[in-house]
């Protein structure tokens, strides 16, 4: 679920790009700026564009791996050590990579930025979803968390003053209404403590995607999470402390693969072969390939955990998908809009 993004477009309305609950990445830079790499208009040609969607594809795999690797990891690890040893092996290979290419520290006047995509997306995300997970399987949370996209696009709306077209918000809205009528649905009649744990990670997360990609604009995508997981780091630290001795720790094969799996590849490596993707074939086309995360999610559920998957989970789930693709096409066209007014 990294799992799950959106990106900025030129005129503030957000596009559907992978996301990560971390399982997925923040936004990547909008038009290319900030990527070193091209104008993100997916112009490229021949290997470079067949590459460039094979590294968008293996992106969006790695994050549909991540609820299920959480899964994994819960069964030897209490959630609270979870999400702070997974921050910690993220900063060490993040700031690892950052180290190796003598990447600068950002200026003090990014940093507030950072701390929300560090609070949001590092920490706020993993946390709440972790805790949801006690409780809820990967596939009822696939799809409330398929969401994502639709709840920061109508972030950036709110904070940029963008005025969409009306067939956004008539998608947001039903996106919205399924989810909800699907949670309620399952739970009985009434939201469940994992459902409100779910809804909280997807303001906290949106927030954060909507901070990194203006972030975006000023150093490659990649960076910017790579600096959140770095400013998390000392929180992560001050957590396993004091974790570890109060939850109990049994090493299995599942516990630690699950680990491994949502710190080094859904928190970080996922996101440097999806950037990479994206500088090569552009926002639009990556994006589109994103849209299948929460169902291949639905099928890691069932094929991983052998869960069984309520009808209700996949109908709803292309129910999302469509209204996500509904928002990029009038999100898209109302960027035409403005530019002929301009």
Not at 145 to 163: D, K
Request: charge should be positive; charged fraction near 10%; hydrophobic fraction near 50%.
């Amino acid at each position: 679920m990294r799992a799950e993004n959106s990106a900025i477009d030129a005129d503030g309305v957000a596009v559907t790009a992978p996301q990560s609950h971390p399982g997925t990445p923040p936004p990547p830079p909008p038009s290319g700026a900030g990527s070193g790499t091209g104008n993100g208009t997916g112009t490229g040609t021949g290997t470079g564009t067949g590459t460039g969607l094979l590294l968008a594809a293996l992106g969006v795999a790695t994050f549909s791996l991540t609820f299920p690797g959480t899964a994994w990891g819960l069964e030897g690890f209490g959630p609270w050590s979870l999400v702070s040893l997974r921050c910690v092996l993220a900063a060490v290979v993040a700031g690892g990579c950052l180290l190796a290419l003598r990447v600068p520290v950002p200026g003090r006047e990014h940093w507030a930025g950072l701390a929300v995509v560090a609070g949001g997306c590092v920490l706020g995300f993993p946390m709440l979803t972790t805790l949801a997970l006690e409780s809820a399987t990967t596939a009822h949370s696939a799809v409330v968390v398929g969401l994502l996209p639709l709840t920061t696009a109508a972030l950036s709306v709110l904070r940029t003053g963008a005025r969409p077209p009306r067939a956004f918000w008539i998608a947001a809205c039903t996106g919205a209404a399924a989810v909800l009528v699907f949670t309620v649905q399952q739970s009985g009649g009434a939201l469940s403590r994992a459902d409100l744990y779910l809804f909280a990670a997807l303001l906290v997360c949106a927030a954060g995607y909507v901070e990194g990609g203006r972030l975006a604009s000023f150093m490659p995508g990649w960076q910017v999470i790579g600096w959140g997981v770095v400013m998390a780091l000392p929180f992560a630290v001050a957590g396993s402390a004091l974790a570890l001795p109060h939850e109990a720790v049994r090493l299995t094969a599942h516990s630690v693969a699950g680990l491994l799996w949502v710190s080094v590849f859904s928190l970080f490596l996922g996101m440097l072969v999806w950037y990479r993707g994206m500088a090569l074939v552009g926002v639009p086309r990556a994006s589109q390939i994103q849209l299948a995360q929460p169902l291949l999610t639905l099928v890691w559920s069932v094929a991983l955990l052998g869960e069984s998957l309520p009808v209700a989970a996949p109908v709803t789930a292309a129910v999302v998908l469509v209204c996500i693709a509904v928002t990029q096409r009038s999100g898209r066209r109302g960027a035409r809009r403005g530019d002929r007014q301009r």
